[in-house]
């Protein structure tokens, strides 16, 4: 059973139905994946969201299993962080968390945005919208 933790790209072409997402979230679901967000996740998507929608939208995420960012995350992102940069690779603090939580998981991270995962250790899925 794949569990797939989806970024905020994943989860703004899910609500808005872009391209083939639907279809290709639906078919990892149908053969046993989960699919699940994360506080990152969750908070960046909703920061993009009007407030008239805003109730509708939070009960849309709610229905995804829901991952702590757990100490070991927050370690592992905060390593993630250090090691890029030391290689001269600039990265987010959201990005360092979502990887590191999708590694402590055993998850794919799904995203339209590989670039801002660099990790080695991370396992990757692009939703092409």
């Not at 927050?74 to 999708?102: E, K, N, S």
């Amino acid at each position: 059973m794949d569990r797939l933790l989806l970024d905020t790209t994943a989860l703004i072409d899910l609500s808005k139905n872009s391209g083939n997402v639907l279809t290709t979230l639906n078919a990892l679901v149908a053969s046993g994946g989960i699919l699940g967000v994360c506080a990152v996740s969750v908070a960046e998507f909703l920061a993009g969201v009007p407030v008239p929608h805003r109730g509708r939208c939070e009960r849309w995420v709610a229905d995804f299993d829901y991952w702590d960012i757990t100490r070991e995350a927050a370690v592992l992102a905060g390593v993630f962080h250090y090691d890029l940069a030391r290689q001269g690779r600039a990265l987010h603090i959201p990005d360092a968390l979502m990887a590191a939580t999708a590694v402590t998981t055993n998850s794919t991270l799904v995203t339209d945005n590989v670039k801002d995962y660099p990790m080695a250790d991370l396992r990757l899925l692009r939703l092409g919208s």
